[in-house]
C-alpha cells in the first residue's frame, strides 16, 4: 500500500486508510489497484451501488440548468417533483416533506416540528421526547439528547437537556422468544410505564428505528412491539416519530420498514440511502394536519440553507426510479434472505457469533464469548476493530459498533448495496468466513499469551 500523504483532514481518530481511486457497483478500487467489496455500502448508504449511470446523468443534467437555488427565491421542479414521490411512498395522510442535507437534520427537524405542533394547539407544557437506550439519532445536540449511546453523548450531557429512555426490545440478550407477542408487549408497555412517570401531560413524542442501526445492530421488533407503541402514543397524545435514517429506501425489503408491520408514525424521517450517498439529502415526511397547524401558528421557525437543493434533489428523485426500475426493493428482500441465511450458516461454524438478525439487506451478527450465556468479548480485545481491520485487509468492507450501550459488547453490520447477488453474497460469505477463523486464532494466540 501507498504510503498516504501527509493530511490536513481530521475526524474521529487518526486511522488512516488508502486513497480511493473509483467505485463501479457494490466495488471500489484503491489508487494502488487493490479492490474491496463493500459490504456494508458505506454507512448503509450506497443502496443503489456505486456509479449508477442513470443518476450521474440525471445530475449532470441538473448541473447544466442549476445548481442552487434558495428556496425563499424559487421553487424547483426536482424538489417538487421529490416531494411528490416522497409523499407517494409515505403513508396515507403524510403528504407534508422538508428536504435537509442529512440524518442528523432530519431528527432535528422532526422534534422541532412536534414541539412548534405542541405550541400551536395549546399544549405547550409537552416537551420531551422518549427514546430507547441504546439508540443512535445523530450528532447534533438536539439529536444527541435523544440519542442513548453514552460513549458519544457523555463529554455533552452538561450541554444538553436529559430526555428519558426506555430499553430497547433486546428479546435475544433478555433471553425471551421474539416470535411471542407477549414479549413485544412486555417491551412496548416499557412505553407506556415511562409516559405514565413522566406525566402525559409532558410528553411531547417517542421516536424509534422500526428496524435497529448502528447502536443495536439490525436489531428487529419482537411480535407486536410496534402495534402497541402505536397505540400507546395515540392514547395518550404522544406524536410517533419513525427514525427511518438507515432503515428507509427499500433496504428492509420495503421501502419503510414499519411496512412490516402495517403501523403508520405521525413523522418520519429518512436520509442515507434516501439518495444513496450521490449527493447530501434527506427528508422529513409529516402528516398533513401537523404541518398545517404549525402554519397557522405562524410557521415552521426552523431551516437550512441547503434545503431543497436542486441538485440534490435530481439525485434523490433519480435514485428513488433506478430503485423502482430495477426491482432493488425485492432483491433485498430475496439476496437479503440468503445473506442472513448464509450468516447463520457462519454463527454454526463459529462458536463466537452468538446472535444474527435484521431484515433484508440491513443485517447484523454479534460476536459473544459463550453463547449460552450470551456474555460479550472481553473489552480490552476491541473485537469490534480488529474484526473490521482484518475482513478490510482481505477486500471486504463490513460496519461495526459497540452492542451494549457503547463500552462493550461487538456487532458487525453486513449490508451491501440492494443490487447485491448471490455471487456477491458467496464473496462476502466467504471472507468474512476466513476473517472470523484469523480473528479467533488471534483471540486465543493473545489468551494463551496471557
Given at each position: 500500500m501507498s504510503k498516504p500523504a501527509k493530511s490536513h483532514l481530521f475526524y474521529q481518530s487518526r486511522l488512516r486508510r488508502p486513497t480511493l481511486d473509483q467505485a463501479h457497483g457494490v466495488y471500489m478500487w484503491d489508487v494502488d489497484g487493490k479492490r474491496y467489496l463493500d459490504g456494508s455500502s458505506g454507512a448503509m448508504v450506497c443502496n443503489i451501488g456505486h456509479s449508477n449511470q442513470n443518476v450521474l446523468e440525471a445530475m449532470r443534467r441538473q448541473m447544466e440548468k442549476s445548481t442552487f437555488g434558495y428556496r425563499l427565491h424559487f421553487e424547483t421542479e426536482p424538489a417538487e417533483k421529490l416531494a411528490a414521490k416522497t409523499a407517494a411512498l409515505a403513508p396515507d395522510g403524510m403528504e407534508k416533506v422538508f428536504f435537509v442535507s442529512g440524518g442528523s437534520e432530519a431528527v432535528e427537524s422532526a422534534i422541532k416540528l412536534a414541539r412548534q405542533n405542541a405550541i400551536a394547539i395549546g399544549e405547550a407544557q409537552r416537551w420531551k421526547v422518549i427514546s430507547r437506550y441504546p439508540s443512535y439519532h445523530g450528532c447534533t445536540l438536539g439529536a444527541l439528547a435523544l440519542t442513548g449511546y453514552a460513549p458519544l453523548t457523555a463529554a455533552f450531557d452538561p450541554m444538553m437537556r436529559a430526555m428519558p429512555k426506555i430499553p430497547a426490545p433486546r428479546a435475544y440478550l433478555d433471553g425471551l422468544d421474539p416470535d411471542d407477542e407477549a414479549t413485544g408487549l412486555h417491551y412496548a408497555d416499557m412505553l407506556e410505564e415511562r409516559i405514565l412517570a413522566e406525566g402525559p401531560e409532558t410528553v411531547l413524542a417517542f421516536i424509534v428505528e422500526p428496524v435497529g442501526g448502528a447502536s443495536t445492530g439490525a436489531l428487529v421488533p419482537p411480535a407486536g412491539y410496534m402495534k402497541r407503541i402505536r397505540e400507546i402514543?395515540?392514547?395518550?397524545?404522544?406524536?410517533?416519530?419513525?427514525?427511518?435514517?438507515?432503515?428507509?429506501?427499500?433496504?428492509?425489503?420495503?421501502?419503510?420498514?414499519?411496512?412490516?408491520?402495517?403501523?403508520?408514525?405521525?413523522?418520519?424521517v429518512i436520509s442515507k440511502g434516501f439518495a444513496a450517498g450521490y449527493a447530501p439529502l434527506g427528508a422529513m415526511v409529516a402528516h398533513n394536519d401537523i404541518v398545517e397547524n404549525v402554519l397557522n401558528d405562524g410557521g415552521f421557525l426552523h431551516g437550512f440553507t441547503y434545503a431543497g437543493n436542486p441538485l440534490a434533489c435530481a439525485a434523490g428523485l433519480a435514485v428513488l426510479e433506478e430503485i423502482e426500475r430495477e426491482g432493488m426493493v425485492a432483491n433485498a428482500d430475496g439476496i437479503g434472505a440468503e445473506l442472513k441465511s448464509g450468516l447463520e450458516g457462519l454463527m454454526a461454524k463459529h462458536a463466537i457469533v452468538g446472535d444474527v438478525r435484521g431484515k433484508g439487506l440491513l443485517l447484523a451478527f454479534e460476536l459473544v464469548s459463550d453463547r449460552?450465556?450470551?456474555?460479550?468479548?472481553?473489552?480490552?480485545?476491541n473485537a469490534y476493530n480488529a474484526l473490521v481491520d482484518i475482513a478490510y485487509d482481505r477486500g471486504l468492507i463490513i460496519y461495526s459498533r459497540r452492542t451494549r450501550g457503547g463500552y462493550e459488547g461487538d456487532h458487525f453490520l453486513v449490508c451491501p448495496p440492494m443490487i447485491a447477488t448471490s455471487t456477491h453474497v458467496s464473496e462476502i460469505l466467504e471472507v468474512l468466513d476466513a476473517s472470523l477463523a484469523a480473528f479467533a486464532s488471534t483471540m486465543a494466540g493473545q489468551r494463551k499469551a496471557g
Open positions: 402514543c395515540s392514547r395518550y397524545g404522544v406524536l410517533l416519530i419513525h427514525d427511518e435514517v438507515m432503515s428507509g429506501g427499500g433496504r428492509t425489503g420495503k421501502f419503510f420498514a414499519a411496512e412490516h408491520w402495517d403501523v403508520e408514525p405521525d413523522i418520519l449460552e450465556t450470551l456474555a460479550p468479548l472481553p473489552r480490552e480485545l
